[in-house]
C-alpha cells in the first residue's frame, strides 16, 4: 500500500510527530498493520506520502470485511489507532497515543459501462469503462466475470485483466455468450481469478449494475 493524503487543523505552529506503528481498523476490527514515517506538520496543513510498504494482514476475516465495505460502500471509515509516539513542539516533548478516524470515499460498486462490443470468433471482445470514486485503487489480475439479467439468470461470461484505478479506467474482455439478453441494464459479478491471492476470496463482492451495448444485447439474442 502506498498512501497520499493531507493533514489539516495542524493549530499554529510547526511539530514534528515521531514514526510509529499504528493499527489499522476496518468495520469489524483489526485487520493490519502500517507503519507511519515521521511527520513534520506546518501551520497551513501538511501533505504526507507514506511510502510503498507491504501490509501484514492479521485477521484475514477483518480484511475481507474492510474490502468489502471499499468495494461496495459509498462512504466508509478506516480507524489508524494504537501509534505510540511523541510530539515535539516549541521545545517540549510529549508522549501520545495515535488515533485517526480516515474518512473515504468507496467503490460503491464500482459503476461500470460497457462502451465496445465487437464479435471476436465465436465470441466477442468488450470494452469496459470503470469509474471508480474511491482514493484506493485495486489491481486484481486476470478475472473472470459473469453478466447477469436483473433477476440473477447469466447471459455471459468474460475474463480480462482488472486493474481498478482512481478515477476512470478502461479495460478489455473476452468472452461468449450464454444467453439472452432482455435489455440494456444488467449485473456485472466478479465469479473467480487466475492469482493465488486473498481476490480469490473477495472477488465476490465486486457485484454492480452495468449498462450493455446494443451490439451486445444484439448478439445474445443469435
Given at each position: ?12 505552529f ?41 501490509i ?13 465495505s ?25 508522549n ?34 470503470t ?16 453478466i ?75
Amino acid at each position: 500500500m502506498t498512501i497520499e493524503s493531507r493533514v489539516a487543523n495542524t493549530g499554529p505552529f510547526s511539530a514534528t510527530q515521531s514514526s510509529m506503528t499504528v493499527d489499522m481498523v476496518g468495520p469489524t476490527g483489526i485487520f493490519g498493520r502500517l507503519v507511519l514515517p515521521e511527520i513534520k506538520t506546518k501551520s497551513g496543513g501538511t501533505d504526507i506520502l507514506i511510502p510503498e510498504q507491504e501490509i501484514k494482514i492479521v485477521d484475514m476475516e477483518n480484511y475481507k470485511s474492510f474490502v468489502r465495505s471499499l468495494m461496495q460502500d459509498e462512504d466508509l471509515v478506516m480507524k489508524l489507532e494504537n501509534g505510540k509516539g511523541t510530539i515535539k513542539a516549541m521545545m517540549m516533548t510529549a508522549n501520545i497515543v495515535y488515533r485517526k478516524d480516515v474518512k473515504l470515499k468507496g467503490m460503491h460498486g464500482p459503476k461500470t459501462v460497457m462502451t465496445k462490443t465487437e464479435r471476436e470468433g465465436e465470441g466477442f471482445k468488450n470494452t469496459m469503462l470503470t469509474i471508480n470514486p474511491s482514493p484506493l485503487e485495486i489491481d486484481m489480475g486476470l478475472v473472470h466475470y459473469e453478466i447477469r439479467t436483473e433477476d440473477g439468470v447469466k447471459i455471459a461470461e468474460q475474463s480480462g485483466k482488472t486493474y481498478i484505478t482512481r478515477g476512470e479506467s478502461t479495460s478489455t474482455m473476452v468472452g461468449k455468450a450464454t444467453g439472452e439478453a432482455p435489455k440494456l441494464q444488467a449485473k456485472l459479478v466478479g465469479v473467480s481469478v487466475d492469482d493465488d491471492n486473498w481476490h480469490k476470496e473477495t472477488i465476490k463482492y465486486l457485484d454492480t449494475t452495468t449498462t450493455l451495448t446494443e451490439e451486445f444485447v444484439a448478439m445474445c439474442r443469435h
